[in-house]
């Protein structure tokens, strides 16, 4: 069984543009999470889907940030525009029911 | 509210033993335990979800207090493998967001 596949693996950006980070769960999971750890810090939660729909979106830093999951498939989060404290690994984890399992994540660097 | 771990860091000998220690002062529904390894994903190791619960495999087990909202988790005959960072993760009820500690650095070396 194929694992939580993330892409890009790496993304560096200039201050003020846009960058969109996939998720693909594992399959038959409904519940999504997006999580972020900056500069070595703790891992900070973003958001949870069920399915299609925003379960808990309190982690969401600000209106820079949004995350879409078409269809309770993959989902994509958009950082628009981008700012340099956006800078860190964003991770993506899937569960069934309780085991959250969590992607390689995507290294962002905004300079 | 975020875990405390600790220590924040350890270092051992290969076959030597360590114990991570979780706190919170919130109520718990569960507690996960992630060891990551520089620039890879997390790996989930175990969660534990009833108080005074005890799992283990292999030679890593962890238990549960739930009413002194604490968690260990405990390394025995450490391997070099074991080498990373652990984490652990809370969650007030059933299926919602974890809350991470900062983690803490285990260096096993031969």
């Known amino acids: 069984e194929a694992g939580v596949t993330q892409f890009p693996s790496h993304s560096v950006i200039e201050k003020g543009q846009t960058v969109t980070l996939r998720c693909d769960p594992i399959s038959g999971h409904d519940n999504l999470y997006w999580y972020r750890r900056v500069m070595g810090k703790e891992i900070k939660f973003l958001l949870h889907f069920v399915k299609e729909s925003k379960q808990d979106e309190s982690g969401m830093p600000n209106n820079r940030f949004l995350a879409e999951r078409t269809g309770g498939t993959y989902s994509t989060l958009k950082v628009q525009p981008a700012e340099l404290e956006d800078s860190g690994v964003y991770f993506c984890?899937?569960?069934?029911?309780?085991?959250?399992?969590f992607g390689p994540g995507t290294r962002l660097t905004v300079t | 509210q975020q875990p405390v771990q600790s220590p924040q860091a350890v270092i051992l000998r290969e076959g030597e033993d360590a114990v991570i220690n979780c706190s919170s002062s919130k109520a718990l529904y569960s507690v996960h335990w992630y060891r990551q390894k520089h620039g890879e994903a997390p790996v989930f190791l175990m969660i534990?979800?009833?108080?005074?619960e005890q799992k283990g495999h292999d030679k890593i087990s962890a238990s549960f207090n739930e009413k002194k909202q604490q968690s260990s988790l405990y390394l025995t005959a450490s391997q070099l493998s074991y080498s990373g960072t652990y984490f652990c993760?809370?969650?007030?009820?059933?299926?919602?967001?974890?809350?991470f500690g900062e983690g803490t650095q285990l260096t096993v070396n031969p």
């Open positions: 534990l979800l009833k108080g005074g």
């Open positions: 984890a899937s569960s069934l029911i309780y085991e959250q399992y």
């Open positions: 993760g809370t969650q007030g009820t059933s299926g919602s967001r974890l809350t």
